[in-house]
T-cell receptor, first 116, second 116 residues
Framework: AQSVSQHNHHVILSEAASLELGCNYS??????LFWYVQYPGQHLQLLLK??????LVKGIKGFEAEFIKSKFSFNLRKPSVQWSDTAEYFC??????????????FGKGTKLSVIP | EAGVTQFPSHSVIEKGQTVTLRCDPI?????LYWYRRVMGKEIKFLLH????????ESGMPNNRFLAERTGGTYSTLKVQPAELEDSGVYFC??????????????FGPGTRLTVL
């Protein structure tokens, strides 16, 4: 069974600091990779996704993530965080190649607190 | 376009009682998923409907949980009888169905279930 590890439970940054949240997954086959975000009081929403092609993907609100296949990693980055980025971030994996089951496997989430 | 909606937003019940959660997917979305997040743990897949058929129910914890999607529109998840360990946030998600493609899952706000 596949699993997803997020390295940090809670990250606290000052505004304008750079952000990198780690994510590693265990599945060795073809995968689709996602970062979801949940702002306080809101739904989970998709931040960015990787299916194939350029391993550096750009998402909404200035976020980007890099897929490194050899390291089974999909780390999320943002060069300069804002107070409005305060949220919980989830890395998720889906077994690719149209295997039939579209279930997402999530990491435990990382809470990001940005101090003004 | 209305998003995924869930009802109720919160439910507090006593151990042994029955609770029914409802999910209304985005109109036209054939795929409907249920996930659960127990406090401090990751969001875990429960099951996946394609229209009214259960495509994958590998994540259902035990036979106290019954999911239905009659008519292929809204879905219900019944817990009977509820146990303390069933407490958590139950998320519903939906996606379009396009053969050969992975389609983004849109999440609802979740139902927070507390079993006392």
């Amino acid at each position: 069974a596949q699993s997803v590890s997020q390295h940090n439970h809670h990250v606290i940054l000052s505004e304008a600091a750079s952000l990198e949240l780690g994510c590693n997954y265990s599945y060795g086959g073809t995968v689709n990779l996602f970062w979801y975000v949940q702002y306080p009081g809101q739904h989970l929403q998709l931040l960015l996704k990787y299916f194939s092609g350029d391993p550096l993907v750009k998402g909404i609100k200035g976020f980007e993530a890099e897929f490194i296949k050899s390291k089974f990693s999909f780390n999320l980055r943002k060069p300069s965080v804002q107070w409005s980025d305060t949220a919980e971030y989830f890395c998720a994996v889906n077994q690719g190649s149209g295997a039939g089951s579209y279930q997402l496997t999530f990491g435990k989430g990382t809470k990001l607190s940005v101090i003004p | 376009e209305a998003g995924v909606t869930q009802f109720p937003s919160h439910s507090v019940i006593e151990k042994g009682q029955t609770v029914t959660l409802r999910c209304d997917p985005i109109s036209g979305h054939d795929n409907l998923y249920w996930y659960r997040r127990v406090m401090g743990k990751e969001i875990k897949f429960l099951l996946h409907f394609v229209k009214e058929s259960k495509q994958d129910e590998s994540g259902m914890p035990n036979n106290r949980f019954l999911a239905e999607r009659t008519g292929g529109t809204y879905s219900t998840l019944k817990v009977q009888p509820a146990e303390l360990e069933d407490s958590g946030v139950y998320f519903c998600a939906s996606s379009q169905r396009k053969t050969g493609f992975y389609n983004e899952q849109f999440f609802g706000p979740g139902t927070r279930l507390t079993v006392l």
